[in-house]
Nanobody, 125 residues
Framework: QVHLVESGGGSVQTGASLRLSCAASGFTYSNYCMAWFRQAPGKERERVAGIDSDGRTTYADSVKTRFTISQDATKNTLYLQMNSLKPEDTAMYYC???????????????????WGQGTQVTVSS
């Protein structure tokens, strides 16, 4: 059974940092591309960052100078280091997995096979 479990969210002030983690189980991690999405109230879910099994990364323009996606394949764990947080980063953050390197960096949520339950990030000014 597949599980993606996010952790590390919280309430912080502008300029603070947070590190999100996503523990994956139940599938062969190396066969999947991973991503972080976020969804704010009333907005569509957007892909924040993606990574493939070789460590190739891609980012949304709004976060590329502040966020870093990484993974520890030995622990089947995905990370998102978020620095210089802004109020507009406030959202529920989800990790997602899609089978196949062809889907690296996919922007469309429907592309992804598995999702976590999300972790809330709230940034106040």
């Amino acid at each position: 059974q597949v599980h993606l479990v996010e952790s590390g969210g919280g309430s912080v002030q502008t300029g603070a940092s947070l590190r999100l983690s996503c523990a994956a189980s139940g599938f062969t991690y190396s066969n999947y591309c991973m991503a972080w999405f976020r969804q704010a109230p009333g907005k569509e879910r957007e892909r924040v960052a993606g990574i493939d099994s070789d460590g190739r990364t891609t980012y949304a323009d709004s976060v590329k100078t502040r966020f870093t996606i990484s993974q520890d394949a030995t622990k089947n764990t995905l990370y998102l280091q978020m620095n210089s947080l802004k109020p507009e980063d406030t959202a529920m953050y989800y990790c997602a997995a899609v089978c196949g390197l062809d889907y690296y960096g996919a922007l469309t949520p429907l592309t992804y096979n598995y999702w976590g339950q999300g972790t809330q990030v709230t940034v106040s000014s």
